[in-house]
């Protein structure tokens, strides 16, 4: 077992024992206070899942529950008529449907992986050194994340068409590399990293980029995970259409976003029933990511701002 990982098993079990200041303190609440709080809580995640439910209950609707006044929440005769139009949809579509969703997962892999990098050495030196500008920097930082994307979708679209990337994969990869939420959550999380353990390593004789790939990034996997969730769902909700113009290198979501709005001729009023599934379709792969990495979801939004 060499110095450097050493030093990190050194400092994760530092993490487990009592001279490690927990960020949780035991609760002091009654019985009956733990329940009121329990029942809020439940009350309030049925009012969070409601949209969700009432959206998978439209897709199994059939086309006499679709239309009916006043409309149904609960579906009362479920079929998969609806998810069976849609895959018949996508097997006679002129480019294959296989080629939307390459395209997808081309930009989803590549995009996430390359903005977990950028973000991850962007974030390390602004939390561990003092240079001039870093403060206007993380300023700036934690501004641009009350902009929406919509502001900035002139400049985007201007810079990628001086770099002539239009009609590429490209032009949706490059402008995701410059979303600031990953940043500012890894950030936050690297700054609870203690400077002696990055000094220790250092006198070990480990340079800047060992340390950062050997001890940093494992240690801020949690802030690591939450930030490529984020970017993931926006990548795979992202159509392109703004910048890409070929069919067959359009993504799954722009030809969903066709079905769903009925852009796509001999629908008819199946359409409706089509647009319900396929949302459900593009909701469901974000969530199973989610659940997969969840525990490291609620780790960063339980420590990411708070220091020891």
């Given at each position: 077992m060499n110095a450097i990982t050493k030093l990190y098993t050194w400092y994760m079990s530092r993490k487990k024992t009592k001279d490690f200041k927990p960020f949780v303190k035991k609760s002091k609440r009654s019985f009956w206070g733990n329940v009121i709080l329990g029942g809020f809580l439940l009350g309030l995640g049925f009012l969070f899942f409601f949209p969700v439910l009432y959206m998978l209950s439209q897709s199994l609707k059939p086309m006499n529950e679709m239309f009916i006044f006043p409309p149904k929440i609960l579906v009362q005769e479920p079929t998969l008529d609806n998810y069976r139009d849609f895959f018949n949809v996508l097997a006679n579509t002129v480019v294959p449907f296989t080629r939307y969703l390459f395209n997808s997962l081309l930009v989803v892999v590549v995009g996430s992986v390359l903005h977990i990098v950028v973000a991850s050495l962007c974030a390390y030196p602004l939390s561990k050194y003092k240079f001039p500008g870093s403060k206007i920097i993380n300023q700036l930082i934690v501004y641009s994340l009350m902009f929406n994307s919509a502001v900035t979708m002139i400049p985007n679209f201007l810079t990628i068409s001086k770099l002539g990337l239009l009609d590429t994969q490209a032009a949706?990869?490059?402008p995701g590399l410059a979303s600031t939420l990953g940043l500012y959550l890894m950030k936050n999380f690297m700054e609870q990293i203690p400077d002696s353990l990055l000094e220790a390593a250092q006198i070990d004789g480990a340079g800047y980029v060992r340390i950062h790939f050997r001890i940093v990034m494992p240690i801020v996997k949690p802030a690591l995970v939450t930030a490529f969730i984020l970017v993931f769902?926006?990548?795979?909700?992202?159509?392109g259409d703004k910048y890409i113009y070929t069919e067959a290198e359009k993504g799954f979501?722009?030809?969903?976003g066709q079905l769903s709005n009925g852009k796509v001729?001999?629908?008819g009023s199946s359409y409706a029933g089509i647009s319900a599934a396929s949302a459900v379709i593009m909701f469901a792969v974000p969530l199973v990511v989610f659940l997969i990495m969840q525990n490291n979801v609620v780790s960063t939004m339980a420590t990411s701002g708070m220091k020891e």
């Open positions: 949706i990869i490059i769902q926006s990548f795979w909700t992202n159509t979501a722009y030809m969903v001729s001999g629908l």
